[in-house]
T-cell receptor
Framework: DSGVTQTPKHLITATGQRVTLRCSPRSGDLSVYWYQQSLDQGLQFLIQYYNGEERAKGNILERFSAQQFPDLHSELNLSSLELGDSALYFC??????????FGEGSRLTVL | AQTVTQSQPEMSVQEAETVTLSCTYDTSENNYYLFWYKQPPSRQMILVIRQEAYKQQNATENRFSVNFQKAAKSFSLKISDSQLGDTAMYFCAFMIARVSTAGKSTFGDGTTLTVKP
């Protein structure tokens, strides 16, 4: 158990819809990261927050947005969903400097 | 910008044998961390081993060890006495040890390792 909690674990929705993925970092970790992993692919960095502020942006689509709240949990919002958005979405947290601790991921299926 | 390259998309090894996974990286930074993560079929990302760039001694964790060559920017993972449970995708990752970057990591594309009985 990494201490990072992601909900929901599985999500099935239709094209055009909007979903929200939630992440609770490990206690004390200020940094939260979001990654996307399509089937049998590597990890694509989406976005990073540090203590409530956006710190780095990767290949995140304009249809996607995220935020980190004062209690340090984070949400990733995916809108106008397309079939290609089907993937495993990971949240990770870290107490810099140090390794990332990953949640179990949220598997999104867009039909 | 930092890049991480894993040149072996797939590898296989016989149970109980030794295998080495390659990773090279490119950076102009002097202080950084390197990691190997394992992703088994369950898809959970698990840290295998970490290396601080300022340490000359290679990190070891039980059957897992690294060969860190800072000048060559190489960071290979050696798995000794391979077990069936080692079957997974392995990712090499790089993190700058600078407060301003707050720990942003760069991952390689992964190497799928299959341990055969």
């Amino acid at each position: 158990d990494s201490g990072v909690t992601q909900t929901p674990k599985h999500l099935i929705t239709a094209t055009g819809q909007r979903v929200t993925l939630r992440c609770s970092p490990r206690s004390g970790d200020l940094s939260v990261y979001w990654y996307q992993q399509s089937l049998d692919q590597g990890l694509q960095f989406l976005i990073q927050y540090y203590n409530g502020e956006e710190r780095a942006k990767g290949n995140i689509l304009e249809r996607f947005s995220a935020q980190q709240f004062p209690d340090l949990h984070s949400e990733l919002n995916l809108s106008s969903l397309e079939l290609g958005d089907s993937a495993l979405y990971f949240c990770a947290s870290s107490l810099f400097p140090g390794e990332l601790f990953f949640g179990e991921g949220s598997r999104l299926t867009v039909l | 910008a930092q890049t991480v390259t894993q040149s072996q998309p797939e590898m296989s090894v016989q149970e109980a044998e030794t295998v080495t996974l390659s990773c090279t990286y490119d950076t102009s930074e002097n202080n950084y961390y390197l990691f190997w993560y394992k992703q088994p079929p369950s898809r959970q990302m698990i840290l295998v081993i970490r290396q601080e760039a300022y340490k000359q001694q290679n990190a070891t964790e039980n059957r897992f060890s690294v060969n860190f060559q800072k000048a060559a920017k190489s960071f290979s993972l050696k798995i000794s006495d391979s077990q069936l449970g080692d079957t997974a995708m392995y990712f090499c990752a790089f993190m700058i040890a600078r407060v301003s970057t707050a720990g942003k990591s760069t991952f390689g594309d992964g190497t799928t390792l299959t341990v055969k009985p």
